[in-house]
């Protein structure tokens, strides 16, 4: 047997108007809930060939197993001081188990002729960890050559990580 409830207005306590996600309605394709991370913790640079976090990180808890999430990540005044050289960048789940949208194995900002030269990149992925368990998405990157160094957050530009729980 199913009912039926017809009402004209919903209302919060304090007089907002609720969301699905306040009803406890999942919606397909319906945002549940967003969390962002920003950082400017001034230059930040590295040599290392595997990837390392980048100071970015976002812990979040599934409203649903069914959930999907929409990960952004912002990376500022990326910049590489020398020629053949690139840097790789990764997000990962829960630190170094599921990789999602991992653009490791991508020569990212591949520096063959001039360099010295500062460039913005965006990773966008989508990710189905099918939990209600807490996740964290961590931000990656490395430099794709031996010896060399790669920067990342030149000039004291903030980095972004955004996280968004998408109902299923």
């Not at 591949?110 to 209600?132: E, Q, W």
Request: with cysteine; proline share 4%; aromatic share 8%.
């Amino acid at each position: 047997m199913s009912s039926i409830l017809k009402v004209d207005t919903l209302q919060k306590a304090n007089g907002a108007t609720p969301t699905a996600a306040d009803l406890g309605i999942n919606v397909t394709g319906n945002v549940l809930q967003v969390k962002h991370h920003t950082i400017d913790p001034g230059s930040q640079s590295t040599q290392s060939t595997s990837l390392i976090n980048n100071g970015l990180n976002i812990t979040i808890t599934p409203k649903a197993a069914s959930s999907s999430f929409l990960i952004m990540m912002c990376m500022n005044e990326c910049y590489i001081p020398a020629q053949q050289n690139a840097i790789g960048f990764a997000i990962h789940r829960d630190n170094y188990g599921t990789v999602s949208g991992d653009s490791d194995n991508a020569t990212i900002g591949y520096i063959s002729g001039a360099y010295n030269t500062y460039f913005n990149y965006n990773l966008h992925c989508y990710d189905s960890p099918n939990t209600t368990s807490a996740i964290t998405y961590r931000g990656k990157i490395k430099s794709r050559y031996a010896n060399t160094t790669i920067h990342w957050n030149g000039d004291n530009t903030p980095t972004f990580l955004t996280v968004l729980e998408i109902a299923g």
